[in-house]
């Protein structure tokens, strides 16, 4: 799954960002396949050409671009979803999780959590579905669910170690046992199309905070359920 990282974007690396970032057109929202599509043809190309690494921190530097909308934000994760769950061999799916919660999720964290409220709960609709099919561990969906759940004006607060008997016994949010609701074609609807992008800072907070949790012996691969796009 590994590639040895060019020192400038490789064709397949801009070929991936240009197919990435033509997911924010109204006209790709419109064609049901082209989230599972673009999923496929990472699985089966693009991850061998440049390495999963490079394919994550692609993704990622799209997904951070500062005119991107949430709904072509929500859409890449949603590619990402359906990469784990439908296109990987469950031999692939623990080393995908793996690099791509480093890669890809940490980074994107801190745009996730000053996203507006009603825009941000599909993306922590999401965080059910990978409960559910027990693709992250127990502290890393905590962890992500407490980044993600900040807010814009509370993000170093909720990022922060439990002080408090009341936050320290706080159990996981119990609508995150529930799986989303639509089917498989329930993919988000874009409206802005994608622009030039810019890879978070790696200092960022959300990154500090979710790193720890990130251990290499948690990660389990049993199947995920039935993806929600």
């Not at 609701?181 to 874009?190: E, F, H, L, Q, Y």
Request: aromatic residues 6%; proline residues 10%; positive net charge.
């Amino acid at each position: 799954l590994e590639a040895t990282s060019p020192s400038s974007p490789s064709n397949a690396g801009r070929q991936l960002r240009q197919e990435l970032m033509d997911l924010g057109t109204a006209e790709a929202m419109k064609q049901r396949g082209r989230i599972p599509g673009t999923a496929r043809a990472i699985a089966t190309s693009w991850l061998e050409e440049i390495g999963a690494r490079e394919v994550f921190s692609t993704m990622a530097g799209v997904f951070s671009g500062p005119a991107v909308s949430s709904r072509h934000r929500l859409a890449i994760t949603y590619v990402f979803h359906d990469l784990l769950v439908n296109q990987a061999s469950a031999a692939e799916r623990g080393p995908l999780v793996h690099l791509g919660l480093e890669h890809f999720l940490v980074p994107c964290s801190t745009l996730i959590a000053t996203t507006p409220a009603e825009r941000r709960e599909p993306f922590l609709k999401l965080l059910a579905t990978w409960h559910r099919g027990a693709l992250f561990s127990q502290a890393q969906l905590r962890s992500l669910h407490r980044a993600w759940a900040a807010g814009p004006t509370h993000d170093s607060e909720a990022l922060s170690e439990p002080t408090s008997p009341v936050r320290r016994s706080r159990p996981f949010p119990t609508h995150l046992e529930n799986t989303p609701k639509g089917g498989r074609r329930g993919g988000p609807v874009v409206t802005a199309p994608a622009t030039r992008a810019m890879n978070p800072a790696p200092t960022s907070p959300v990154r500090r905070a979710l790193l720890p949790a990130m251990g290499r012996s948690a990660w389990r691969v049993d199947p995920a359920p039935t993806s929600p796009i």
